[in-house]
Each structure stands twice: as C-alpha cells, then as structure tokens.
C-alpha cells in the first residue's frame, strides 16, 4: 500500500478530538512561544499504553533516518520495541523511558530475547525531568499535550541535526512538521533541530525580563 505524502502542517489526525482541553490546547500551541512555561505548569492527562504496530516502527525509524551511529530515544517506551528494533535493523543504540516498571521490565526482557542487550537501555524516570541531549533520534507516542509541555525541552536539549518523530500527534502550528506521512488510520510526523530553531530560543531567554 502506497503512502500518502504531504507537507501541510495544518492536518490534524482524528484521535485529537478525544484529547481533554484540546481545543483550549490548540490556541495554546497557535500563541507565542514565551507562553510555554506558563502552560507548562499545568497538569497532564495520563498517556495510556497502547502499542505501536512493526510496521509504523519500521516507518518512524525511517523517517528519522536512524543508522549505526544514532542514539535513539524513545520517550513512553511500553514494550521497548522501538529502540530494539532500532538496534538490532540499524546497529544504532537506544534508551527507552517509562514510568511504568512494569514496562521497564518487559522491555528488557525483550532486549534480552532479541540480543540487544548491550546496545539498549531501559529507564523508568520522568520524561520532564530527564535529559534528552545524548539523543541523535526522538521518538514519541505520547498525547498532544505532552508534546506541546515537551516541545521547548527537545529545542533546548537536542543538539542541531537531531531528529524527532511522533506517532499520531503533532506539536501545534508553533513547529510545523517537515513530513506526514498517513499509513492506514496513522499518522506520522518528522522533524528537525535546527539551528533556526536554537537561535530563536537564545532569543526567547534573551527577551526574558
């Protein structure tokens, strides 16, 4: 089955309407970038676990062009699948986070099945109070709103050239993605720290009062 392309950051995926708040969210996310801390303060939904099928790993490892010497994060890891087959299909290295040690768990046991042991590395922590900066790859299936909370910690922890790919939730008309891709009733979302993005953050600090 072919895949539908296209560029137009104004396509929202259906499952956004289920979201709480997300109408009150998407003028957040159309508003200046300096009102993200405040937003920030506010309280998340829980993510619920839901796992992501082969074949849309296989595509999001794609679209972010994971190879040998990428570190692959995958923020909201479940099973571990994600950087598991980041490693074993690519060779690249990988870190899952979850909060659930149930999750933890069964990630490394899968890790050990598939013997990628010694490439990956599964964390339970907070995704708010971790550091990214490591990560060459982002992966995410999260909710809008945790995207949106998370977004200023990518720009400010990514380094210039890392690459982010959400599963069917994008960050707002505030960074629009530089590829969707529709496969089946999904949709994927690419993309990339640039040095764009960095100045207008020293900018944000710098207007700071």
Known sequence: ?????????????????????????????????MTLPAFAQRPLPKVPYVTTPQDIVDRMLSMAKVGRDDVVYDLGCGDGRIVISAARRYGARGVGIDLDPERIREANANARSAGVQDRV???????????????????????FEVNLQL???????????????????????????????????????????????????AQMRSAKP
């Open 151 to 201: 977004m200023p910690q990518l720009w400010r922890q990514l380094r210039v050239g890392a690459r982010v790919v959400s599963h069917d939730f994008h960050m707002g008309a505030q960074w629009p993605p530089e590829q969707i891709v529709r496969m089946r009733d999904k949709t994927l979302y690419a993309w990339t720290i640039t040095e764009e993005l960095k100045q207008e953050l």
């Open 1 to 33: 089955m072919s895949d539908d392309r296209t560029t137009d950051p104004s396509i929202v995926h259906e499952r956004r309407i289920l979201l709480h708040g997300g109408a009150a969210l998407a003028g957040l996310a159309l508003a200046p970038a």
């Open 121 to 143: 590395r599964f964390r339970q922590a907070d995704l708010f109070k971790t550091d990214f900066s490591p990560a060459t790859v982002v992966m995410l299936y999260l909710l």
